[in-house]
């Protein structure tokens, strides 16, 4: 049974220039006790579409198309905002990126568990014993004291440990994190993800692991979806996405991984050109303009090209560009 | 926390012992003859000369200042011309009303202007928002004595359901409370505009932090993220604002306690003009900045102890 | 988001005149500020062609007439026309705002220039000044000193200026210090221009348009603290009509003629609120960095 289930998915922003079109045709799905990467560059349309899903779209932008179905049978998309609201923090669950300002200055740590567990019929000491229950699990020195503390009284790490208890908290059957470790550094960030994975194997729920970070999305994920310009350009599971490449765009994105660097360089390889405009996209494929495979016919619509495995890429080429990563680094 | 209350105190008062030798100077430099103007039109040049003589007038100006600066810190104005009382006595028995005016003024102001704000934030660019934004700006900019003569007229004069002058029979605080209705109205009406503005911007500003998305993520009800999450913060600044609006609502102060016939440091201090008694003005002036001063001060120890952040940078 | 629909905005602004007054006169709050404040304007200007009655003219057998064709506004306690009262009344009024702005403005701009400008200690000594000054609860500062003078027009004005300037000062020193170690500053200081030429050509006129638009929102300020001052008789000398002197009178006999009060009082509020809307949205169209002060 797949978790989450999202079907030609569309959004666009009414801006003063026009409209735009922040996410276009999106498919992909998150299976039970699974865990999905998005990976893609700042601007590729992640922190709409975690918004589109949490039905926390800003007033200017609305889903204009497609379905995001949970748990295979409620459509997320035109869902009334009262049961909406008693989706989040229930079954679906977030924790975002900075850890400094997603809690509460003012209010204390304790305080803020309690009242997420307001629709759980709970007295008030039950509710601390599990806030402070969860505060153990993701290792909180002394829990029971640091529920009556302040956010500012804890390290950033710590401050994301917290945010990662509030968020499993209710055992919810999908956990949103976006880019939960970009602001810590790399050994908080390793400790962070693997207690990332423990606690998702303990509760058993989805996770969808939104990352720029290729090594943190290879190290953690069963699967990945690769997003450009607002769109899903490769997706499958992590071995075929980080070893067989099929779409240019991912390709390049792999490429240019400071990690997979094998010699020493002083000029990190970039992809030359920008992220289109969203207001004016490309005709056919939206990598286009920037992909140095293109042809006349990439200016076509472009349809996903299934790969066997459930591996998709959306180019025309797909099937071809099979030679591995270590013969493309050769090639360059 | 303590070295900064020290040092908020130290700066206070430096500022006062400032404001004190400002005071000095305008005295000093003011053409027009302190025991003349004591005195009156009619005094003969033997009087004032011996008045000058008994405020220290024919001294040294530096020997005036220190006289007029450390007496001053003692709380020593000097004595009332009419009755001979210490100055400081007649101020303070005048003070609580004067006080009383102010906290119905704030009570006003933080009562409707706190709500108004949130509730301008929470609609955004609604007609509600609009309106609450128009009045705002023109509670502000109507004077305060326009507003006390004009609800002397409507609700006093006119309607007859509140009264009209004096400060209520001594003992019954529900009369005094009554009374104390239309003259706080004009203390307090410009600043429920000031603290609806604020509050609404620092709302909007606080709805869009991370910490609020986290909540609305966890399904909160909106009227918890409303109340609770959102609005504790955007409060707090509010604090900071009324510490300067004391010192407006010290000035408003003076003309509600003239409309209205009330006592008070305003009432003191116009009729201490009429009747030339000018070591009055001078103590209720200094009284009143001090305590203006040390409501700023309190203002900001406040603010750190309401809010966690502020206490702990300390 | 709520302004996506409006017209597209030329792309390149023409800076006439006309330009800036429609992109006012576009606000319906604008609009309606300036509409008032016009009204003031023409009201004070034609005051003897729009009244024919001397504004200190007395007539006890017209005292306290309602308002009529005859007395738009009726007639005071001496028999005294209220509308013209009202219209010589605008006069002081403006008189008063723009002359003590001006001056508060010209004093506020040279005492911030040298403070943000001169030696360290000089700057230190001037804040602690404008703090002990803003320290004042401003009507409190007015009594003490018109205890000293005596009421009179120039009372009202050293007041204003007094409670005024250190605000503007402090603004233009900020402005002058952000400037000082700005680049283009520190090349004309190497190219050995004097500390006079740099804050005229360079510093000045960075920092005089938000001042100009705070000054403006002052006005209402000012016109209260005139109107205040000679409410309480320690402003405008009688029998020159103010305002605040005329809603003084309205006070005194408020049970038997609540006219006299409501005249004194509507062109304070139409007024204030003239200028506050039209500062308001000035400082909206022009320099939307200030909002909030």
Redesign the interface.
Known sequence: MTVLTIRDLNVVF???AGPLHALKDVNFEVPERRIVGIVGESGCGKSTLINAI?G?L???GGVTGGSITFEGQTDLVGLSPDK???????RI??V?Q?PM???????SIGRQMV??Q?RSGLSRAEKEARAAEMLELVRIPDARAALSR?P??FSGGMKQRI?IA??LMMEPALLIADEPTTALDATLEVATIELLKDLQEKIGCSVLFISHHLGVIAELCDEVVVMYAGEVVERGDVRSIFNDPRHPYTRRLLECDPARQSSRTRNLPTIPGEIPDLRARPRGCVFRPRCDLAVDTCADPQAERDLGGGHQARCQKAQGLTNTMAELGAAT | MLTYAAKRLGLSVVIVSVAMALLFCMIYLVPGDPASVALGPRATEAMKEALRVRMGLDQPIWVQFWNFYSDAWRGDFGVEVLSERPVIDVVFEQLPYTLALIAGGITWSVGLGIPLGCWAAVKRGSFADRLVGVLSVAVIAIPSFVVAIYALLIFAVSLRWLPAIGAGEPGDLGDQLVHLILPSLAVGLGWVGYIARMVRASMLEVLETSHIRTARAFGLPEGLITYRYALTIAILPTVTLLGVGVGQMLSSAVFAEIVFARPGIGRLVYDAILTRNFPVVTGAVLVTTVFFVLVNLIADLVIGALDPRVRSSF | MSEAVSDPAPPVAPSGLWHQVRKVLREPLGAFGLGLVVLVVLGAVFADVLSQYEPAALSPRDRFLDPSTAHLLGTDQLGRDLFSRVLHGGRIALYVALVSTAISLALGIVLGLIAGYGPRWLDNLMILLFDALKSFPTVMLALALVTLTGPSLTAVMVVVILVNVPGYARIIRTQTIALKTSEFVTAAQSMGASSARILRVHVLPNVIGPLVILASMDIPVVIAIEAGMSFLGLGVRPPTPSWGSILNDGFANIRETPWIAIAGGLPIIITTLGFTFLGETLRDVFDPRLKGR
């Open positions: 009414s801006t003063e949490l926390l800003a007033d200017n909406m609201r008693a989706l989040r923090g229930e669950s977030t975002f900075d300002g997603a809690l509460n200055p003012v209010l009242n997420i307001y302040f500012h009284q945010a509030m968020a």
